[in-house]
């Protein structure tokens, strides 16, 4: 078993990772259809269809705890960093409101 951490992430967060790390990523890095990136696409599923702007609100800020093994989250890191530099575009900015900075190996 794969040693795994707990990452607190609004469901905001997790429609970032999944648009940089699946939709921007077009099969350029592996490793994202393991459990945990099924988890969160199951999660961004239940977004209510409602127009209702508080209810949206209320959905994307809501807060949900993932336990993601440490290839996923080396992959996380990888898509929020490297792929916008395959495309020459600048780093997306969002990553740092949402993605909790990863410690640094001694």
């Not at 078993?1 to 607190?8: G, L």
């Not at 905001?12 to 099969?27: F, P």
């Not at 199951?42 to 093994?69: C, I, N």
Request: net charge neutral.
């Amino acid at each position: 078993m794969e040693p795994t951490s707990k990452i607190e992430m609004t469901m905001y967060g997790i429609a970032e990772v999944i648009k940089w790390c699946i939709d921007k990523n077009k099969g350029r890095i592996p490793g994202v259809d393991t459990a945990g990136f099924k988890k969160m696409q199951a999660l961004l599923a239940e977004r209510p269809q409602s127009g209702d702007y508080f209810t949206l609100d209320q959905f994307w800020k809501k807060k949900v705890v993932l336990e993601l093994t440490e290839q996923e989250v080396e992959t996380i890191d990888r898509c929020l960093y490297d792929i916008p530099n395959f495309e020459n575009v600048q780093l997306p900015q969002i990553r740092h409101k949402f993605w909790p900075k990863q410690p640094t190996s001694p």
